[in-house]
């Protein structure tokens, strides 16, 4: 037996009051069993649809699938979850490996629980009892992820359960049993089938999990990979070991590595970090020495991660920061570099992506089997955040448009913009501070000036 949450067992106690059963199934059971955080409550009933509707009249159903979506309200009276109510069903055809062509009201508990998916996930409960007719609570325990029945037939019913299998397996720190292992092997191919926002939606839950790294050596070992990222695909055995380099490790398991290692747990600085050397593959060259050298491979990578962006569906603002991180991963860490050539790094990077960059560069590091801590790079963090103390563009200045005028009794036109250009550009070279005082004894250095200064 379970502890259900009250509202997840006030759907229950409806239901039962109105002569129907109503069971929670599905993650949120194997989460509970589990100890695990767990939200948005999915329930299994013999009432239908249209009989849901009646018991819960702040409710929805816009679907072919039986699924009845109930709000559910905090004390403050805002929506907090849906919960979602399904109808005993049953399921025959699947012409797209993704979805039934035809759906069918169940009988039983028993009916609906054969369909689904893997075995942790088809345990019901009613908050008295716990039904588990195939041994999902077993599975639990020993930390495995296995299909309800034949593993050819449910992936062949719903493709994107094998990427479910290993994502789930991710985040639980489960292994796939043998035969459904061997079974996503067999039917790997079918991938090609679904969409490509189901296939994004699916990989970026799974580099947000815990086991990440260790997911997507699932999905290269079981040929996941080749049909989702080819392109790291490629990267495993391209070799880096070489005289004067620092790599131990070949391009794709060191990407892998850096993902491990990557401190950041955004899914999309995530990825970043795993396709920042896509482009080696491309670039590779060993000269007569044995010397191994992957030029210009950051631009190579920026370039493929915009196809990658373009074929998993992502935003424009996601695409953009892949492609920005991927591109100016290559930056050096060096105390001798000036202001300005940090100044000029942010701006490339853009203030927002600093922390994220950063991550990229750590997980990158490590995963090439550098040290836990740089003096260098915490010496380049600290001048960063220094550096943005100074005005980044004219609109930075502590003086505008309104003090040069005023000095310079003129109305708005060219001569104004070319000494905040002047004023600015004297900051930035560090022969002049920021600071109102200083800028409006320059301001009238300058004013004297005018005359050149709008010549030139």
């Known amino acids: 037996m379970i502890t259900l949450p009250a509202a997840a067992q006030s759907i229950i106690d409806s239901l039962q009051k109105a002569g129907f059963e109503g069971y929670a199934v599905g993650g949120s059971v194997r989460d509970t069993l589990m100890n695990r955080p767990t939200h948005g409550w999915d329930f299994t009933t013999n009432a239908t649809p249209e009989d849901i509707l009646k018991l819960f009249p702040d409710s929805f159903y816009d679907n072919q699938f039986g699924t009845v979506g109930v709000k559910i309200y905090t004390l403050s009276t805002d929506i907090e979850d849906i919960y979602e109510i399904t109808t005993y069903r049953s399921e025959k055809g699947y012409k797209d490996h993704r979805h039934p062509d035809h759906i069918l009201w169940g009988k039983t508990l028993e009916d609906d629980l054969s369909r689904r998916d893997f075995t942790i996930n088809a345990i019901a409960s009613d908050g008295k009892t716990l039904i588990d007719p195939y041994e999902g609570q077993k599975d639990l325990k020993e930390k495995i992820i296995r299909t309800v029945g034949d593993p050819d037939l449910?992936?062949?019913?719903?493709?994107?359960r094998m990427m479910r299998a290993v994502r789930i397996a991710s985040e639980l720190g489960f292994m796939i049993d043998e035969t459904t292992s061997s079974a996503i092997l067999t039917n790997a191919e079918l991938l090609k089938r679904i969409s490509a926002e189901r296939i994004r939606d699916e990989l970026m839950r799974l580099l947000k999990s815990e086991y990440s790294s260790d997911g997507i050596l699932l999905l290269k070992n079981t040929g996941l990979l080749k049909y989702i990222l080819p392109e790291l695909e490629d990267t495993f055995g391209v070799a880096q070991k070489s005289p004067k380099r620092h790599h131990i490790y070949d391009v794709g398991t060191h990407s892998v590595l850096a993902l491990k290692h990557c401190p950041s747990t955004d899914p999309l600085v995530r990825l970043a970090t795993l396709?920042?050397?896509i482009g080696?593959?491309?670039?590779?060259?060993?000269d007569e020495s044995e010397l191994i050298t992957f030029y210009n491979h950051e631009v190579v990578s920026a370039r493929l991660a915009k196809a990658v962006a373009q074929r998993l569906r992502l935003s424009r603002n996601q695409s953009d920061k892949l492609i920005t991180l991927v591109r100016w991963h290559q930056f050096s860490v060096d105390e001798r570099q000036t202001d300005s050539a940090l100044r000029r790094f942010i701006r490339r990077v853009g203030r927002d992506n600093l922390s994220d960059m950063l991550a990229l560069?750590?997980?990158?590091?490590?995963?090439?089997?550098?040290?836990?801590?740089s003096w260098r790079l915490e010496l380049y963090k600290k001048r960063l955040q220094d550096v943005q103390k100074q005005p980044f563009s004219v609109t930075d200045l502590k003086i505008n448009g309104h003090d040069i005028m005023r000095e310079l009794d003129c109305r708005?036109?060219?001569?104004?913009?070319k000494i905040l250009n002047q004023l600015f550009a004297e900051i930035e070279t560090g022969i002049l501070s920021n600071e109102r005082e200083a800028l409006l004894i320059r301001l009238k250095q300058l004013s004297n000036e005018v005359t050149g200064l709008a010549a030139n």
């Open 361 to 373: 560069r750590i997980g990158d590091r490590l995963g090439g089997g550098a040290r836990e801590t």
């Open 154 to 160: 449910r992936f062949s019913e719903d493709s994107l």
């Open 275 to 277: 396709l920042h050397d």
């Open 412 to 417: 708005p036109g060219p001569i104004v913009g």
């Open 280 to 286: 080696k593959t491309k670039t590779f060259h060993k």
